[in-house]
C-alpha cells in the first residue's frame, strides 16, 4: 500500500556505490522519490496540536501534496523574510565558489553517489531558486546566471532532499568560507512547513513533546514507573535501592536528559548510569516529568517550533527553585543547550552559576547558560578522585567512542568523554583519525530521521560511520560504539546490526555504572544489561 | 556547456575592446570612461554588498567548533579552532583568510576495497593559495603605474618578483604563476567529474577571463610591446583624475584593460564577493562561549508555549495518583474520592 517502504537491499549490495554524476545537467534531473529514502508525510493532528499550517491527509509519494493555491507567494515570502533575518542564510547564498572542497563529505553523498547530495548542490537546489527571484543578475539572465524558477518539482526536490540531510555540519568544517548546510536546510525545512510538509516522524515526537513534555509522550505516571523500572533492575545488579524524585521543589539541581534515554534499550542503561551516580554522590537533584525532554525535534521543524519547545527548562528550573540544571547525554540537545538556549529563553538570572557539590569545581564555562553536561559533571569527579570505579568490570568490552556531529562541531566536546571512558575502561581504541572529533561522521539518522519507512537512506548516510567502525572491529576486535547521544544508541544499534553486527552500542554512563563501585553493593555478578559478567559468574558457581 | 558559453563571453570582450579601439577608436572610452565607471562600480557594489550582509543579523551563535571546548580548567582547549575570547577568534579568522585553514583540511575520500579511506588533498589549497597571491602580488606591483615615485615596497615587491632575471624586462614569477593556477583550477573543474557536474557559467566566466587579463599582461610585457612611458602617462592620469589619451598605445593595452574593468564591475555581482564575505561568516567569526556569554537575537519575539499550569492541568490526577508533587490539589476532593471508591466498588 505504502509506497514509501521499500525493501532495504543487501548491506553487500548496498555498499556497491557508483560516484559518476549522471549524463543530464542536475536542473534537467527530476526528482525521484525512491521508496526506502524518504519518510511518511506528517499527519493532520500533530500539526493542528502546535497550531501549523495546511493540516491534511498527503503522502510524498502521491503527485498531489494538496498544497494552498498561492504555495509559491507563501514559499517567496517565506525565502525574502528569512534572508532578512539571518546573515547566514543571505552570505550562504552568495559566496559559494563551488569549488567542491565539500563534494565528497558528506555521508549521504558517500553513502549514496547521489550528486544532490554533495553539500553544495543541496544548497545549489536553493540558490538557483534564489538567484531567480532575489538577484538581478538571475532575473535577467535566467539560466546562464544558474537561475531556475521555483517550481512543484523543484519544491518537491528540496523536500526529498532538505529532508535527506542530518544538519550534521561536516561540510562546514571544511568550507573555505564556513559555509554551513545545516543552515541552508533549516531554513529549508522552515519553508516546507510553511505549506505543512513535514516528516511524520519528525511532526509526531514536537506535538507529543509540546503537550505531554518529551518525544514520546511519556505521560507522568509512566515515567516514574519507567525509571523505577530501572531501579528494580539496579537493585537486582547492586542490592542498592534507588528512590530517586520527580518534580521536587527545593531540590539543588534539576536533571534534563533527552527522553530515547527513558525507554528502550540501549538507552536505559545510560539512564541507570545516571541513577547510580547520583544516588551514590548522594546529588540534591530532581527529575521533571514536564520537562522531560533535553531533546528538541522542533529543531528540525522551525526555529520557532524550537524555541517553543525548549521554554520548559529554564521554565521548570525556575518553578521547582532549583539552582542549576544538569544535562543527560544527548547531541543536538546540546547543540541546542550551548548555542541556542540561552539566546532563546535567557538571561537565566534566576539560576546560579553551576557548582559542583562534590568537588566544589565552578563550572565557569556554563556561567550564563547555567545548564552542564553530565560528561563534564562525571569527568570534573573522576579528576578529583571522588568516585571509586573498577574498570575491570567492563574488560569483556572493547570500545571505541563516537563523537556525535552536535557535540563535535557545535560544541568541542571532544575530551571529556574520552576522559571519562578511559578512566572506565581498560580497553579503548580509537577509529581512524579523518572519521573521528571534528570529523566526525554522522550515524545517517540524525534531525529526525531515524524513521523505518526510510531505512535505505538510513543505512546509506550511515555508511561511512560503520565502515570506520568495522575496521576497528576487524583490527582491535572492538565490539562496544560509545557515544553521548540518544538518537545515536538507538540509531546506530539499527546501523550496527546491518553492517558490523558484532558490536554493540552504549552511552558514556552506561560504562560508567558499570564501573562505579557503589557504597553498600554486592559483589556484582551481571553489567548493566543483565548479562553475566565473565569471569565473575565461575565464582557465582563456587558459592 | 557552461564552459563554452563563458569563454564564448570573455571573446566577445576581447573582440569588443578590439573593433572598438582599432576599429571605432574609442580609446577614451576604453581607457579613462570604461575604467573609471568600473572602479566605482566595484567599489559601490562591494561596500554594498559587505553592508547589506553586515546589517543582516545573526540571529543564533553558531561558530562550526572545529577544536576542543574550553571546559573544565585542566582540559587543554584549542584556541585557533575553537577560540574562547576575541582575540582568539581573530587569529582563527586571520588563518582562515590568509591561509585558508578549512580549505588545508581536505580530504579525498577513496574506496580501497571494503574500506573507505580518506587521503590528504592538498591541491586544491595549493592552487588556491598561488593563484590568490600571485594576483595579489601582480595587482600590487601595477600600484608602480599609479603613483610617482614609485613606493620603495613596490619596488622591493618587484626585485623578489624577478629574482630569477631570466630575459629582458626581467621574468616576474607572479604573472605565470597566476596564469598556471588560474589554468589548474579550470582544468579540475573540467576533469573532475563531480566538480565540473556542479559548475556554472559563473563558474567558469572569471577564470577564462582571469586568463586571458593574465595573457594580455604576459604578451604586453614581453611580446607585443607597448610604450611603457605612455602608458603610464595615461594611468596616472586616471589616478590624479586629470585623464589623458596618449597617442601611440599598442591596443593590446586597450584590450587588457577593457578586460580589467569587466572583472572589477563583476566582481560584486558574483561568486567573487567571497573576498567580502568570508570575514562575515558567522561559523568562523564567533566565539566558542555561548554557555559563558549570551547572545542576543535582535528579532527574538514571543512564542506560544504550553505551560506548567497548563501541563498539570491535564495530568494532574495521574501525578496525584503516583505521588508526584502538584502545584493545585484535586478539586472537589471529597466528592471524587466517593465517586473513585465506588466506582472501584462495581468493579
Known amino acids: 500500500m505504502a509506497k514509501a517502504k521499500g525493501k532495504t537491499p543487501k548491506p553487500e549490495e548496498l555498499a556497491k556505490i557508483d560516484y559518476s554524476p549522471p549524463e543530464k545537467h542536475w536542473t534537467e534531473v527530476p526528482v525521484e522519490l525512491k521508496p526506502g529514502t524518504f519518510c511518511y508525510g506528517a499527519r493532520p493532528k500533530y500539526l493542528e496540536e502546535v497550531d501549523f499550517p495546511n493540516p491534511r491527509d498527503w503522502q510524498p509519494y502521491e503527485d498531489d501534496w494538496k498544497l494552498p493555491e498561492n504555495w509559491k507567494d507563501i514559499v517567496l515570502e517565506g525565502m525574502e523574510d528569512r534572508l532578512n533575518k539571518y546573515r547566514t542564510f543571505r552570505l550562504f547564498m552568495d559566496i559559494c565558489v563551488r569549488c567542491g572542497a565539500c563534494a565528497d563529505k558528506c555521508h549521504f553523498f558517500i553513502g549514496s553517489g547521489d550528486p544532490k547530495n554533495m553539500p553544495v548542490l543541496r544548497a545549489e537546489l536553493m540558490r538557483s531558486v534564489y538567484r531567480k527571484y532575489f538577484t538581478k543578475a538571475g532575473k535577467f539572465f535566467g539560466k546562464n546566471a544558474g537561475a531556475r524558477d521555483l517550481t512543484m518539482d523543484v519544491f518537491k526536490e528540496w523536500w526529498y532532499y532538505f529532508y535527506q540531510c542530518t544538519e550534521c555540519r561536516r561540510c562546514s568544517v571544511f568550507c573555505p568560507y564556513g559555509i554551513d548546510t545545516a543552515e541552508i536546510t533549516i531554513i529549508g525545512r522552515e519553508l516546507t512547513n510553511l505549506l505543512g510538509c513535514n516528516t511524520d516522524w519528525i511532526a509526531g515526537p514536537v506535538a507529543n513533546c509540546y503537550q505531554k513534555g518529551n518525544h514520546l509522550g511519556l505521560e507522568p505516571h509512566t515515567i516514574q514507573s519507567n525509571i523505577e523500572m530501572m531501579c528494580d533492575d539496579i537493585e537486582e545488579i547492586t542490592s542498592i535501592r534507588i528512590e530517586p524524585t520527580f518534580n521536587r521543589k527545593g531540590a539543588e539541581i534539576l536533571f534534563v536528559t533527552p527522553s530515547g534515554d527513558l525507554f528502550g534499550v540501549p538507552g536505559v542503561y545510560t539512564c541507570m548510569g545516571y541513577l547510580m551516580l547520583f544516588h551514590e554522590l548522594g546529588l540534591d537533584y530532581t527529575w521533571s516529568t514536564y520537562a522531560s525532554e533535553g531533546g528538541n525535534f522542533g529543531f528540525f521543524t522551525s526555529n520557532e517550533m524550537a524555541k517553543r519547545l525548549y521554554y520548559k527548562i529554564y521554565a521548570e528550573a525556575k518553578r521547582l527553585g532549583v539552582k542549576w540544571i544538569l544535562g543527560g547525554e544527548c547531541g543536538h540537545m546540546w547543540r541546542l543547550v550551548h548555542q541556542y538556549l540561552d539566546t532563546w529563553w535567557g538571561p537565566a538570572d534566576f539560576l546560579e552559576v553551576p557548582k559542583s557539590p562534590i568537588t566544589g569545581t565552578v563550572f565557569e564555562n556554563a556561567k550564563s547558560t547555567k545548564m552542564v553536561h553530565v560528561v563534564e559533571f562525571t569527568a570534573d569527579l573522576i579528576k578529583h578522585g571522588k568516585l571509586k570505579l573498577d574498570p575491570s568490570r567492563n574488560d569483556h568490552l572493547r570500545v571505541t567512542f563516537h563523537d556525535s556531529c552536535n557535540t563535535s562541531r557545535g560544541m568541542g566536546f571532544f575530551e571529556e568523554p574520552r576522559y571519562v571512558i578511559k578512566n572506565v575502561c581498560n580497553n579503548f581504541f580509537e577509529m581512524p583519525e579523518n572519521t573521528i572529533r571534528e570529523k566526525t561522521f554522522c550515524c545517517g539518522s540524525g534531525s529526525g530521521l531515524n524513521a523505518s519507512e526510510n531505512m535505505e537512506i538510513r543505512m546509506r548516510g550511515g555508511f561511512p560511520r560503520a565502515n570506520a567502525v568495522r575496521h576497528v572491529n576487524q583490527k582491535y576486535g572492538v565490539n562496544m560504539l560509545a557515544n553521548v547521544c540518544a538518537i545515536d544508541r538507538a540509531a546506530l544499534t539499527t546501523l550496527m546490526q546491518y553492517w558490523v553486527p558484532d558490536v554493540e552500542v552504549c552511552g558514556v554512563h552506561e560504562l560508567v555504572g558499570n564501573a562505579l563501585v557503589m557504597t553498600g553493593e554486592k559483589e556484582r555478578t551481571m553489567d548493566l544489561r543483565l548479562e553475566d559478567l565473565p569471569g565473575k559468574e565461575e565464582e557465582e558457581e563456587d558459592v | ?347
Open chain 2, 1 to 347: 556547456m557552461g564552459a563554452l558559453f563563458s569563454l564564448g563571453v570573455v571573446i566577445a570582450l576581447v573582440l569588443v575592446a578590439l573593433v572598438g579601439v582599432k576599429g571605432a577608436h574609442l580609446q577614451p572610452l576604453f581607457g579613462v570612461v570604461i575604467p573609471y565607471l568600473a572602479v566605482i562600480t566595484f567599489f559601490i557594489g562591494l561596500i554594498y554588498r559587505v553592508v547589506k550582509w553586515g546589517k543582516t543579523p545573526v540571529p543564533f551563535h553558531i561558530p562550526t567548533t572545529c577544536g576542543q571546548q574550553k571546559s573544565l580548567p585542566w582540559i587543554k582547549y584549542s584556541k585557533l579552532e575553537s577560540p574562547a575570547t576575541g582575540k582568539e577568534v581573530f587569529f582563527r579568522m586571520a588563518l582562515e583568510v590568509l591561509f585558508f585553514r578549512s580549505l588545508f583540511r581536505n580530504l579525498k575520500m577513496q574506496r580501497s576495497g571494503e574500506r573507505v579511506v580518506y587521503g590528504s588533498a592538498k591541491w586544491l589549497w595549493l592552487g588556491g593559495i598561488l593563484f590568490h597571491y600571485s594576483f595579489f602580488i601582480v595587482l600590487i606591483r601595477h600600484l608602480r603605474l599609479f603613483t610617482n615615485p614609485v613606493p620603495s615596497f613596490v619596488h622591493l615587491i618587484e626585485s623578489f618578483d624577478g629574482f630569477l632575471q631570466i630575459g629582458l624586462p626581467k621574468l616576474m614569477m607572479t604573472g605565470v604563476i597566476l596564469l598556471a593556477a588560474v589554468t589548474y583550477l579550470f582544468l579540475r573543474r573540467i576533469y573532475i567529474p563531480s566538480v565540473r557536474y556542479i559548475s556554472l557559467p559563473a563558474d567558469y566566466f572569471p577564470l577564462f577571463l582571469i586568463m586571458a587579463i593574465a595573457t594580455t599582461g604576459i604578451l604586453m610585457r614581453y611580446f607585443i610591446r607597448v610604450d611603457v612611458v605612455k602608458v603610464k602617462e595615461l594611468t596616472m592620469g586616471l589616478a590624479r583624475l586629470s585623464p589623458t589619451v596618449p597617442d601611440g598605445i599598442g591596443t593590446i593595452f586597450y584590450i587588457h584593460i577593457f578586460l580589467v574593468s569587466t572583472l572589477f564591475a563583476y566582481f560584486p555581482f558574483s561568486k567573487l564577493v567571497h573576498l567580502g564575505g568570508v570575514f562575515l561568516s558567522p561559523t568562523r567569526n564567533l566565539a566558542n562561549n555561548s554557555r559563558m556569554v549570551r547572545h542576543v537575537n535582535p528579532w527574538n519575539y514571543p512564542v506560544k508555549v504550553h505551560t506548567y499550569e497548563e501541563y498539570e492541568e491535564e495530568f494532574r490526577e495521574k501525578m496525584v495518583s503516583v505521588g508526584i508533587p502538584v502545584e493545585k490539589p484535586l478539586e472537589t476532593k471529597e466528592p471524587e474520592e466517593a465517586t473513585e471508591e465506588e466506582s472501584e466498588g462495581k468493579e
